[in-house]
């Protein structure tokens, strides 16, 4: 299997998680950015950058799912 192949696989495991989990990270993390490593979370932050900065140190950036949780719902507008 290609790497690219394993990275894609890695983050659809993620994503799915996140998906299926999301009420449940609302309740522990509304107003944040999660960052998602083998469907755990594994750090949380309001600032996108101090949680990017944290999570790049530890971890390979092509290996983690990040996703902002809120209870409010999103309009788009195009």
Sequence with gaps: MSKLTTLFE????????????????VEKFD????AVYEQK????????NALMKRIKSKYSA???????????KLTLIL
Excluded at 31 to 34: H, Q, Y
């Design 31 to 34: 107003g944040e950015f999660v």
């Design 62 to 72: 092509d290996r983690i799912f990040v996703d902002f949780v809120s209870s409010e």
């Design 41 to 48: 979370v594994v750090d949380h932050d309001k600032e996108l």
């Design 10 to 25: 890695e983050h659809d495991k993620n994503w799915s998680w996140f998906e299926k989990h999301y009420d449940e990270l």
